[in-house]
């Protein structure tokens, strides 16, 4: 009951976010998701209508004895469980599968519902129904919080603001939800409403406000001039609309004359193989951009005809840039395009399949490792920059200097001849 795979390179967690003039958009520590859908990760969809593969842990594991057991289970919740009356068949089918695949112990390895898979695909189009913010996790408490607010958003309208904990959505307590279950909460239909309930760090009483949904295109890429001469391009997450974002950006940084160019790929968590794919295109030689390997040795090699990009370049990164951003980011600096500036990235090389089934859910499994252009598993391990420089945060809070960026305009500067 299966469509097709997704290669999927998983966002993993995002942090402190960028800065500059997009400041607070990915703020905290937290795992980046849009509260209109899931954080999207590098992916590919295949589909299947039936399983044909070998089973690779030997005999299944329903067997009779199993089977039993789950009826067992199902007996004593039945008979003993205090809210009962409260559960739906879905949620307890739908925990089934979660456990299944949970106990994999793999963070990337999940189940999705129907209604997750959705939002999940409507996220990496870049456009859906929802508040217009991000999502994220709280890597210390383990809470939902708004990451960001898109600018005129109607999360921006309502005053939500970065670090605000989601405590109740539409009434129902959330504490503790998976940022999955809260992201189908929030989004939904253009012109419907959702209650939230906020905690605020410092508000004596909790954050209440009703917003209506709007239709909203995600902001992947933003960009301005430094100088007169030094454009700064910044992309959020890696959609299927970055592609074009890109091109429009740095054709505006072009039109007021700039010579070089900075991406910023701070606190930017991953995408699409599809997006990531297109936007080096714009700037590699021909040749290899990356290539996964899966468990059966199986090689497959993403490549493009070559481009005629002919402006010094330097890329931002810290340890939130993960998954798509360190192939990007891996291939121009295995390329010798451009100057990679910032701390060590991430480290997440593994490559996740979607696999959409008949009845609309789905479920998503690790699947292989990827490599960068000059063949660096950097899995685990991240991609060191050329120039390593720690993000000075005192700075940034004293008076909004980024050091970092800083020394990516030093750099072009020099290149340029200034």
């Not at 089934?357 to 920059?385: C, E, F, N, S």
Request: charge should be negative; include cysteine; proline fraction near 3%.
């Amino acid at each position: 009951m299966q469509r097709q795979p997704e290669s999927n390179l998983q966002p993993a967690p995002a942090g402190r976010g960028n800065t500059g003039f997009w400041k607070g958009v990915l703020a905290g520590l937290l795992t980046a998701a849009l509260v209109a859908g899931l954080a999207a990760g590098v992916s590919i969809v295949r589909t299947r209508t039936s399983y044909a593969g070998d089973q690779t842990s030997g005999e299944s594991v329903l067997d009779a004895e199993t089977i039993e057991k789950v009826h067992l289970l199902e007996q004593y919740i039945d008979e003993c469980y205090l809210d009962e009356d409260q559960l739906t068949e879905e949620q307890m089918e739908s925990g089934i599968y979660k456990g299944l695949l949970g106990a994999l112990n793999d963070p990337y390895s999940v189940y999705y519902t129907a209604e997750e898979y959705k939002s999940l695909s409507e996220q990496t189009s870049g456009e859906y129904g929802g508040i217009g913010a991000y999502i994220g996790t709280n890597q210390d408490t383990g809470y939902a919080i708004i990451s960001g607010v898109f600018d005129g958003s109607p999360a921006a309208e309502a005053g939500l603001q970065a670090g605000d904990i989601f405590y109740k959505v539409d009434d129902e307590e959330v504490l503790g939800m998976t940022t999955e279950e809260i992201v189908s909460r929030v989004k939904g239909p253009e012109n419907t409403s959702v209650h939230l309930t906020m905690i605020r760090e410092g508000a004596a009483d909790y954050i209440e406000v009703d917003i209506t949904r709007k239709i909203i295109n995600a902001p992947t890429v933003r960009n301005e001039m430094i100088d007169d001469q030094i454009g700064y391009l910044q992309i959020s997450e890696f959609y299927n609309v970055t592609p074009g974002q890109f091109d429009q950006a740095l054709a505006d940084l072009k039109s007021q004359g700039a010579r070089g160019l900075i991406i910023d790929l701070r606190g930017n968590p991953g995408g699409t193989v599809t997006a990531v794919t297109e936007i080096a295109e714009r700037m590699l030689p021909e040749g290899l951009v990356f290539y996964m390997e899966e468990k059966d040795g199986k090689r497959t090699e993403y490549t493009c005809q070559g481009a005629d990009f002919d402006m010094p370049l330097v890329v931002l990164v810290d340890g939130y840039s993960a998954s798509a951003s360190e192939i990007l980011s891996g291939a121009i600096q295995d390329a010798g395009i451009g100057t990679i500036v910032g701390t060590q990235t991430f480290g997440k090389g593994i490559v996740q399949n979607i696999y959409p089934l008949d009845d609309g859910t789905a479920i998503k499994l690790t699947v292989a490792k990827y490599y960068t252009r000059g063949g660096q598993d950097i899995h685990k391990v991240g991609i060191t920059p050329d120039v390593v420089v720690e993000f000075d945060s005192e700075a940034y809070e004293k008076d909004e200097t980024d050091n970092q960026k800083d020394k990516a305009v030093e750099i072009l500067t020099k290149e340029l001849g200034g």
